[in-house]
């Protein structure tokens, strides 16, 4: 089958590694988590000041963010470790890697190079040099896209095994769900989350857009009739 043969030692690379990949992204999201809850809170509420939880939530999720960092450095580290010797055949097939391996790699790549940018943006001596513009470039677009990747990544490895039949006792072991399954569950509710956060946005800013729209033809109607007597308006000359 190309795999292993499994051993205790491998807990201690192989099934630690996929742990690390596991808290890291687990930990961007949660690091995503509050402040996605609060702009949800302030477009479909009047709140003025979110719950307290929240608040501090935020107040941690740099250093939340950068213990992520930590874990996938580690993850990625360990992999091109495992990668080397008779651990290289897991994901080979004919001395070739299937589409979904290949994919999985890219979107690895993506995802590491798109945190590490948004870690160094989070050095003190880096953020203070960033205008609004770049910051929310860099926390908005950047960080979530990020965050896509490295789901992208878990699942082009996991869903083969989400859906076969039979269920492989390798992935379901004891019944338990692979864990690329329980890694990716998290991550998905909180990108959901922030797709209904960003839609109903667009949605407020759209209709702000046709309000003022709106306001503006009828103060134009309303121009048209600044030099007309009144008697003629009344006539609808």
């Not at 992204?25 to 477009?43: C, D, E, H, N, Y």
């Not at 080979?92 to 190079?113: G, R």
């Amino acid at each position: 089958s190309g795999r292993p043969n499994f051993r205790w030692y491998t807990l201690l690379a192989r099934h630690s590694s996929k742990m690390f990949a596991w808290t890291s992204v687990w930990g961007f999201a949660i690091s995503l988590l509050p402040g996605t809850i609060i702009r949800i809170l302030k477009q479909m509420t009047s709140i003025v000041t979110p719950p307290r939880f929240l608040i501090w939530g935020c107040s941690i999720r740099k250093q939340v963010g950068l213990l992520a960092l930590y874990f996938v450095l580690l993850h990625a580290c360990m992999m091109l470790l495992i990668f080397g010797g008779e651990y290289f055949g897991f994901l080979m097939d004919d001395a070739y890697m299937e589409w979904n391996d290949e994919a999985s790699m890219l979107t690895a790549v993506l995802s590491l190079s798109l945190f590490i940018i948004t870690g160094i943006a989070s050095l003190p001596s880096v953020g203070h040099e960033m205008n609004k513009a770049q910051f929310m470039l860099v926390f908005g677009p950047v960080v979530w896209s990020a965050l896509a990747l490295g789901v992208m990544h878990i699942m082009f490895l996991g869903v083969p095994s989400w859906t076969a039949t039979p269920r492989s006792r390798y992935s379901w072991s004891r019944g338990m769900p692979p864990v690329t399954l329980m890694a990716s569950v998290l991550p998905l509710l909180v990108m959901f989350i922030k797709a209904i956060q960003v839609c109903h946005a667009s949605m407020l800013r759209v209709k702000n857009w046709l309000t003022s729209r709106h306001y503006q033809v009828s103060s134009i109607h309303a121009s048209d009739h600044l030099f007309v007597i009144d008697d003629e308006v009344e006539e609808g000359v």
